[in-house]
């Protein structure tokens, strides 16, 4: 089972709306082609979490807003022991929440 | 439109309370109709403000409660969600009913009651305003968001940690003049940031956000009364005009936005604000921000149109923004230390401009302050209800 995480590119303009909306956030477009999220880029922001929601029993997560390579930007976890502002990283897909019995995979990153 | 005066406020302290839900509100509700003063005129409408009460106190139908509580019937009754804008987006319903013609008096009341469940589930309640798919799976938390926008707008502004502490202590010291505030108490440069035990008195929420730059988890309900010019006309008691109201949306998840480190919703909502009242920033005597997060006052004083972009921490340092100062902010505490009961918060800044306006804010009282401004911040800044009231001649 793939646990791809897609964006919807739009087939007008060719904007990547990132998360998927029916309509395109450039051209207002309602056609769009799914396209795989991921790839190379550089960390924008990052911050380590210590005020943490539900389905989490580690002690602080450290997120961050990727720019992609091509500009898209991500938002996901950030795997990475030094981490630095602009510090080029690539996406993986991994387990981001357990809430109860299951998993929900998305987007981490690792130093590239 | 029809021209809408604010004739009563009131609220109940913010804090911990044992009250019910509905009992807050009424608290709060009947303070604001006790100044007002309506005598035999009746009330046409309520609009409640809330986040939560629907997953954290298992209640619904909030204007319904609230209208039976204060036997308000056949008054028109009605719940408004905006997330943590939803004080503001009431107020402007309210509003709107009496500048239309709808209504003559309305009762505006935010409410939140959200200390009856545990830091977790509070703090996963509010994160749930976050984009599901693209943000809130990932642990995003309102904090996270905060953290992220903080290490950018420091970054890039050189904004240090100093200035936050600035804001954490300003506020608290207004607080201690307020007795609604939740947190009564000072705080020093010392203790939250330069002497050794800082980092024991002041850990880190979301990195560089430490708990000093958060705004505590309150309870709590404010409630203003909308009236017409008819009926403000009948009233005892100085004339606060709503002057104008701005609301502008923006992308739900944050790293979709051209540039992350603008306030791009507080912007346009407050442009529209100052146009509808036919006034300017610098006209402002008196503003009530959305810390909560101190980052966030300083970047919304910006965005505002106070100071300019990036220069808003500078002012700070100055001292312009002190309850002496030449503008000052938060002379309530802010959400910083009078707290944040989420849906009460956009209404508590109107109640607090509504005192400051008719000279009734006691310790805390802005000199002469005829204008005031309000930033209801919403979601991460995707949707922003900016508030000009006014003091009229009498």
Redesign the interface.
């Known amino acids: 089972m793939s646990h791809e995480v897609t964006g919807a590119k739009c087939t007008a303009c060719g904007a990547l709306n ?2 998927k909306r029916p309509v395109c ?1 450039e051209c207002r477009n309602e056609t769009f082609d799914l396209v795989p999220i991921g790839g190379e880029g550089k960390v ?13 029993e580690t002690r ?2 450290r ?3 990727v720019e992609l390579d091509g500009g898209a ?5 950030l795997l990475d022991d030094d981490p630095k ?1 602009g510090k080029r990283v690539r996406t993986t897909i991994g387990v ?2 357990e809430p109860g019995e299951g998993k ?1 995979f ?2 981490q990153f690792v130093p590239a | 439109m029809k021209p809408v005066y604010i004739a009563g406020a009131g609220m109940t302290r913010f804090g911990r309370s044992e009250w019910p839900l509905i009992e807050l509100a009424s608290v709060a509700s009947l303070a604001a109709l006790h100044h007002a003063n309506l005598g035999e005129i009746p009330v046409d409408g309520v609009v409640v403000a809330n986040m939560g009460a629907a997953r954290v106190n298992k209640q619904t139908a909030l204007g319904s409660a609230l209208v039976d509580q204060l036997a308000l019937y056949p008054a028109t009754a009605e719940a408004v969600e905006n997330g943590p804008a939803s004080g503001a987006s009431a107020f402007k319903v309210g509003v709107q009913a009496i500048a239309s013609g709808m209504a003559d008096v309305v009762l505006v009341t935010g409410v939140e009651r959200m200390r009856v469940v545990n830091g977790l589930e509070g703090t996963d309640f509010v994160a749930s305003l976050s984009h599901p798919e693209a943000e809130y799976v990932y642990g995003v938390t309102l904090p996270s968001l905060a953290g992220m926008f903080a290490r950018l707008v420091m970054n890039r502004f050189g904004v240090e940690r100093k200035h936050l502490a600035m804001v954490a202590i300003k506020n608290h010291e207004n607080a201690t003049r307020n007795p609604y505030a939740h947190i009564q108490q000072t705080v020093t440069m010392e203790g939250i940031l330069t002497a050794p035990e800082a980092v024991v008195n002041n850990p880190p929420i979301a990195e560089p956000l430490h708990l000093y730059d958060c705004c505590p988890v309150s309870d709590g309900a404010a409630s203003v009364v909308l009236v017409s010019e008819e009926v403000a006309a009948k009233l005892a008691g100085p004339k606060v005009r709503v002057a104008g109201i701005g609301q502008a949306t923006d992308t739900h998840a944050v790293h979709e936005r051209e540039d992350p480190t603008d306030l791009k919703a507080v912007r346009l909502a407050s442009e529209k604000a100052f146009a509808a009242a036919g006034l300017k920033p610098k006209d402002v005597d008196v503003a009530e921000l959305h810390d909560a997060f101190t980052i966030l006052e300083i970047a919304e004083s910006e965005a505002a149109g106070f100071f300019p972009r990036g220069e808003g921490h500078l002012a700070l340092e100055r001292g312009e923004t002190k309850l002496d100062g030449k503008l000052p902010i938060n002379p309530s505490g802010g959400l910083k230390a009078k707290g944040h009961p989420v849906g009460a918060t956009g209404v508590a800044q109107l109640v607090e401009l509504t005192w400051q306006l008719r000279g009734e804010a006691e310790e805390r009282q802005v000199k002469d302050a005829v204008v005031g401004y309000a930033c209801n911040f919403g979601g991460f800044g995707n949707n922003v209800v900016a508030t000009v009231l006014r003091r009229e001649a009498e």
């Open positions: 990132y998360p956030r924008l922001t990052y911050t380590d979490v210590y005020a943490l929601a539900i389905d989490y602080y997560l997120l961050a807003i930007r991500v938002t996901g976890q502002l981001v929440r929900v998305g987007l």
